[in-house]
């Protein structure tokens, strides 16, 4: 059957989409080429706040159509359980994010309307990856235990398993074959990679200096040849540990980039959250980063309009910010999550304060960004090649190991860069989300 797969939400998602179309080619379904031809419209779901929830929800809704065979995966699916009928009484099929592998046997039964919420996820499923393309991204390490107060994902997506060092090295060794230059490892807290389960087996314990689970799987990472930049996402700041740092300094492959998402700059609020650091170790943790590499990129996340969160806290996450200097930053506005030990406190900052300081971060992040940029101007970077711009198609585009995007003109170029190739840029420009350079 011709099918399309629509996702919303997170890279987890992305991946698992991604994931769901390798089985679905495997199992002999073909991919739609436009909405009309489709079969099978299958919606992957996210359930982070209210609003990335009723997104998807009501792209599966608009999409139900007689004659097509409907599905809804991901986050949304295991909040609701058996509710999402109720939400879409005409809706054929619901899996829960790890019963993604399920799809293809559920379109081969045919039997309507189908439900699975289980947790298991088959090791095969995890590896199945679409041919094509210079990027990938690779699940190493799937659901969440820490339990922070206002987060919904561990109800979501399961206790934390990692998957076994030798099943993860033979993936990217796999990837690397097939042209696959730079890979991106995923976990909602993914240094927190082989601490819960052993994750690395006798085959792969080389005599380095590095004991922690995750460094170790960097570094083996980096032995593969063809691979050219590794990236990972997201973490947790109390993984920042040495031996990481050390990673960095030693691997030129692990990309300098860490999305660290910080929440907040009030030790109050963050004690509220259940985060287990402060303020203080967050900013010494990140500049054990910074003071290798002024350049090392520090993207991060931050919720304003927490329960209780006062004039006072939020002048403080202002203030970490700017003392971080981050050089990125997505500001998610609180939304109760059914469930979470946050949703029992009253939501009251209102809506209208939750958008001013929303907007006053992203001003402070737009000035910062500029900055951070500008101190660039005059340096080299190695971008790997992503094609022509978005924006201005007379211009290539691409990214440095920060992830910063960099556009070069198109005429000034000796020849069309292939996909995934590295180019040296000088900066000649910069701009808040983007920086301007040319080939050397
Ligand atoms: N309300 C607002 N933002 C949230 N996030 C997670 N849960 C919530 C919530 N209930 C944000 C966090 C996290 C990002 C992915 O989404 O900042 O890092
Ligand atoms: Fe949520 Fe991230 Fe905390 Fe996990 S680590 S509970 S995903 S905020």
């Known amino acids: 059957m011709k099918f399309l797969v629509h996702t919303y939400g997170c890279q987890m998602n992305v991946r698992d989409s991604e994931a769901v179309e390798a089985l679905m080619l495997a199992a002999g379904h073909e991919k739609a080429a436009n909405e009309d031809e489709t079969e099978v419209v299958i919606v992957n779901s996210c359930t982070v706040r209210q609003k990335a929830e009723e997104k998807a929800v009501g792209k599966a809704g608009n999409l139900i159509a007689a004659k097509k065979v409907t599905g809804l995966m991901g986050c949304a699916v295991k909040r609701m359980g058996a509710d999402v009928f109720k939400r879409l009484p005409k809706l054929d099929f619901a899996v829960a994010p790890r019963a993604f592998g399920l799809i293809p046997r559920i379109l081969a039964e045919g039997k309507f309307p189908r439900l ?98 995750f460094p170790r799987l960097l570094r083996a990472l980096a032995e593969i040849e063809g691979i050219e930049r590794i990236r990972f996402t997201s973490a947790h700041p109390s993984g920042c540990t040495d031996e990481l740092v050390q990673v960095y300094k030693d691997c030129p492959k692990v990309c300098r980039h860490l999305h660290l998402p910080v929440q907040s700059g009030s030790d109050r609020i963050l004690k509220e959250m259940g985060r287990r650091y402060t303020r203080a170790a967050y900013l010494a943790a990140i500049r054990k ?102 924006r201005n198609p007379a211009r290539w585009s691409g990214r440095d190991g920060g992830n910063r995007i960099v556009v070069w003109d198109r005429d000034a170029a000796a020849r069309a860069p292939a996909l995934g190739e590295r180019v040296q840029l000088r900066i000649t420009a910069a701009h808040p989300q983007i920086l301007i350079g040319e080939t050397i």
């Open 289 to 390: 980063l910074r003071d290798f590499d002024p350049a090392f990129a520090i993207t991060t996340d931050v919720i304003v309009g927490y329960p209780g969160e006062t004039e006072a806290d939020f002048e403080a996450t202002r203030s970490l910010m700017e003392e971080a200097g981050f050089d990125n930053a997505f500001v998610f506005k609180y939304s109760p999550r059914p469930g979470t030990r946050s949703a029992q406190l009253p939501d009251d900052v209102p809506t209208a304060e939750k958008e001013r300081r929303d907007q006053v971060l992203l001003a402070d992040q737009e000035a910062r960004g500029q900055r951070r940029n500008a101190a660039l101007v005059g340096t080299v970077r190695e971008v790997l090649a992503e094609g022509p711009s978005k």
């Open 116 to 213: 699975e919420l289980g947790d298991d996820v088959a090791p095969e499923c995890l590896a199945a990856h679409v041919d094509g393309g210079w990027q990938a991204f690779v699940t190493v390490l799937l659901g969440c235990d820490n339990r922070c107060s206002y987060c919904i994902v561990p109800d979501v997506r399961g206790h934390e398993y990692s998957r076994p060092a030798k099943e993860v090295i033979a993936e990217v060794a796999a990837l690397a074959r097939r042209g696959v230059k730079e890979v991106c490892l995923l976990g909602q807290s993914v240094l927190r990679y082989g601490v819960r389960n052993e994750a690395w087996s006798a085959e792969h314990s080389s005599a380095d200096s590095t004991r922690e689970p």
